[in-house]
T-cell receptor
């Protein structure tokens, strides 16, 4: 039972390069999320998808785009990476959109460094 | 927008001492969740509180939800080295997490 799987686990990018973080869940969840975590800043929501076919901005969406490819998959794209995007990225999912109180399940994280 | 403030940001205790972290919201919450993140790991769900004044226990962990549903606390009795990590609260609105309290335990 894999839960939430995200790839790659580690990535180094040069400023201006683009890349996509992939995320898939096998729990038949409706809602998926992308967070970033920086030291002393906690978890900040980048984008979320309350259900298949919808996406919405979170707290810190600038510089990112997302695609809810299907119910299982939710990708995060950095079009032109900047050093400020160096962070740990977590994908997560929940059965229903979070404010109904469903548990959020997190992937193991992707460590991204932009030089 | 909604903010969830968590204090303290860091806490260092001797093994066997108690530990408490507090979470305060600027708005009334329909529910609150607590998560634990071990060093180098990912956040893992601990518990959810829904009712005003609710108290839940998990072994040495006691979780409380305030009467006004704007604050919550996590109390650990007699900390152990296995309690090391960062504890986050998460408010129901806008998926907002507190910044977390990082707990270190001296054996």
């Amino acid at each position: 039972n894999a839960g939430v799987t995200q790839t790659p686990k580690f990535q180094v990018l040069k400023t201006g390069q683009s890349m996509t973080l992939q995320c898939a869940q096998d729990m038949n969840h409706n809602s998926m999320y992308w967070y970033r975590q920086d030291p002393g800043m906690g978890l900040r929501l980048i984008y979320y998808s309350a259900s298949e076919g919808t996406t919405d901005k979170g707290e810190v969406p600038n510089g990112y785009n997302v695609s809810r490819l299907n119910k299982r998959e939710f990708s995060l794209r950095l079009e032109s990476a900047a050093p400020s995007q160096t962070s740990v990225y977590f994908c997560a999912s929940s059965g229903q959109f979070r404010w109904t109180g469903n548990t959020i399940y997190f992937g193991e994280g992707s460590w991204l460094t932009v030089v | 927008g909604q903010q969830v403030m968590q204090i303290p940001q860091y806490q260092h205790v001797q093994e066997g001492e108690d530990f408490t972290t507090y979470c305060n919201s600027s708005t009334t919450l329909s529910n609150i969740q607590w998560y634990k993140q071990r060093p180098g790991g990912h956040p893992v769900f601990l518990i959810q509180l829904v009712k005003s004044g609710e108290v839940k226990k998990q072994k040495r962990l006691t979780f409380q939800f305030g009467e006004a549903k704007k604050n919550s606390s996590l109390h650990i009795t007699a900390t152990q080295t296995t309690d090391v990590g960062t504890y986050f609260c998460a408010g129901s609105e806008k998926l907002v997490f507190g910044k977390g309290t990082k707990l270190t335990v001296n054996p």
